[in-house]
């Protein structure tokens, strides 16, 4: 019903920036929060960023001053602007939408995901 769909992930040099982009598709009425997690290998996903609807941030520590995150409420999509990227930063990055209203009245009991997108820095 409802599908994420990321782009922009790729290869870039330390110090370099990348954009990633998220389109949520299907039978949505609203999202309370999209954002962006991450998975290296070995490692646990975890959250990079969110926003809600209206407009609150939560950004992790390791990425504040570097990243930034935007959301277009009307098209369902939302933005991960990477800059200052270091090679710690290379990863499987996610989309996510959680929260989600299929109509106004009915609420999704399920955490959507996109397919991921990766990110590699290397020189």
């Known amino acids: 019903q409802v599908q994420l769909v990321e782009s922009g992930g790729g290869l870039v040099q330390p110090g370099g920036s990348l954009r990633l982009s998220c389109v949520a598709s299907g039978s949505i009425y609203s999202i309370n929060a999209m954002g962006w997690y991450r998975q290296a290998p070995g490692k646990q996903r975890e959250l990079v960023a969110d926003v809600t609807s209206g407009g609150n941030i939560n950004i992790a520590d390791f990425v504040k001053g570097r990243f930034t995150i935007s959301r277009d409420n009307a098209k369902n999509t939302v933005a991960l602007q990477m800059n200052s990227l270091k090679p710690d930063d290379t990863a499987i990055y996610y989309c996510?939408?959680?929260?989600?209203?299929?109509?106004?009245?009915?609420?999704?009991?399920?955490?959507?995901w996109g397919q991921g997108t990766q990110v590699t820095v290397s020189a």
């Open positions: 996510s939408a959680k929260g989600v209203w299929l109509l106004w009245y009915l609420k999704s009991e399920y955490d959507y």
